[in-house]
């Protein structure tokens, strides 16, 4: 488990220069949204989870997370 305080650290050595993406529902237009929640379901995610699911597939980025409902997921690469 990394402590608190080099979190920020860990973060930034493995997305290097690339600036934080955040991942709310209202950052995507409706037909993305209803998108994200076919796929969420194919894979076996909740909505919130799929949201970020769809983003990162569709982005080709990684999902940066200890949410254990990410174990297993094919189709993005999960850190942590």
């Not at 529902?25 to 989870?49: C, H, Q, S, W």
């Amino acid at each position: 488990m990394v402590e608190k305080g080099a979190l920020r650290e860990v973060f930034s050595l493995i997305l290097g220069n690339s600036p934080p993406l955040m991942c709310r529902g209202g950052d995507l237009p409706l037909e993305e949204e209803a998108l994200a929640a076919d796929l969420a379901g194919k894979v076996g995610l909740d909505f919130d989870d799929g949201l970020h699911y769809y983003v990162a597939k569709k982005l080709d980025a990684a999902i940066v997370s200890y949410d254990r409902d990410f174990n297993g997921v094919e189709g993005v690469k999960r850190v942590f």
